[in-house]
C-alpha cells in the first residue's frame, strides 16, 4: 500500500506567477483535499475532490483551483501567486467524501514559497 | 462557521508528569473531533477520533459537549510524546476538516 505523495518538496516563485502542485492518493482512495498551512497556524480546507468533481471548497478565491484525475491522483493550481500565498501545501485523501469515511492520509507537503 | 480554539502555543512538562491539551470548539450541530499529531519531519496523521473512543499510546480524549471541549489527556508524559498537536472537527455529513492552531507538546528529560 502506498501512501500519499506530493510534488514538488520546495519551491520558489515570483508574485503574480502561476503554480501547480501535484498529489497521489493514497491506493484505494478516491477522495482528495487540499489544505494551507500559514506558518504559525492550523491547517486551512481549500477545496475536496470527489470521483473528479469538486465537492466543497473553503474560503479561498477563484484563482486557487483544482483538478482531480481518473486515477484519483489531483493537482492544486494558483494563479497571479501573491505574498500571502507563501505556506504548505497539504494533500489528504481519504475512502470517500463522508464523515465515516474520515481518516484523512497526509502527505508531506509542498512549501511553496512567493517572492 | 465552525471554529476549533487551542488556547495554549507551547506546554512543556516534565518526562512522567501528567499532560492535557486544551482544545474547545464551536458548532452548532453535531460535530466530530480529532487529534492529529505531527512528529518532528513527518507527516500529520491521526492519533485519535472521539468516535473510536480508543487509548492511542496512553492519550484519551473525552468530548464534553456541555462545555464543546475536547481536551486530549495523558498521565505520564514520555520524551518520545514532544510534537505538534492539532484538534480537529469535522461537520455532519462531512469528511473535510477544520484545524485549531495547534500545540507544542515538548517533554524534557
Same mark, same amino acid.
Given at each position: 500500500e502506498t501512501g500519499v505523495t506530493q510534488s514538488p518538496t520546495h519551491l520558489i516563485k515570483t508574485r503574480g506567477q502561476q503554480v501547480t502542485l501535484r498529489c497521489s492518493s493514497q491506493s484505494g482512495h478516491n477522495t482528495v483535499s487540499w489544505y494551507q498551512q500559514a506558518l504559525g497556524q492550523g491547517p486551512q480546507f481549500i477545496f475536496q475532490y %470527489?470521483?473528479?468533481?469538486?465537492?466543497?471548497?473553503?474560503? +479561498?478565491?477563484?484563482? +486557487?483551483?483544482?483538478?482531480? +484525475?481518473?486515477? %484519483?491522483s489531483s493537482e492544486l493550481n494558483v494563479n497571479a501567486l501573491e505574498l500571502d500565498d507563501s !505556506?504548505? %501545501?497539504?494533500? !489528504?485523501?481519504?475512502?470517500g467524501p463522508s464523515r465515516q469515511d474520515t481518516e484523512a492520509f497526509f502527505g508531506q507537503g509542498?512549501?511553496?514559497t512567493v517572492v | 462557521a465552525q471554529r476549533v480554539t487551542q488556547p495554549e502555543k507551547l506546554l512543556s512538562v516534565f518526562k512522567g508528569a501528567?499532560?492535557?491539551?486544551?482544545?474547545?470548539?464551536?458548532? =452548532?450541530g453535531s460535530p466530530e473531533l480529532f487529534w492529529y499529531v505531527q512528529y518532528s519531519r513527518q507527516r500529520l496523521q491521526l492519533l485519535l477520533r472521539h468516535i473510536s473512543r480508543? =487509548?492511542?499510546? &496512553?492519550f484519551t480524549a473525552d468530548l464534553n459537549k456541555g462545555e464543546t471541549s475536547f481536551h486530549l489527556k495523558k498521565p505520564f508524559a514520555q520524551e518520545e510524546d514532544s510534537a505538534m498537536y492539532y484538534c480537529a472537527l469535522s461537520k455532519s455529513g462531512y469528511s473535510t476538516l477544520?484545524?485549531?492552531? &495547534?500545540?507544542? #507538546? #515538548?517533554?524534557?528529560?
Open positions: %470527489y470521483r473528479e468533481e469538486e465537492n466543497g471548497r473553503g474560503n +479561498f478565491p477563484p484563482r +486557487f483551483s483544482g483538478l482531480q +484525475f481518473p486515477n %484519483y !505556506a504548505l %501545501y497539504l494533500c !489528504a485523501s481519504s475512502l509542498t512549501r511553496l | 501528567p499532560v492535557e491539551l486544551k482544545c474547545n470548539y464551536s458548532y =452548532s480508543e =487509548s492511542i499510546k &496512553g477544520t484545524f485549531g492552531k &495547534g500545540t507544542m #507538546l #515538548l517533554v524534557s528529560p
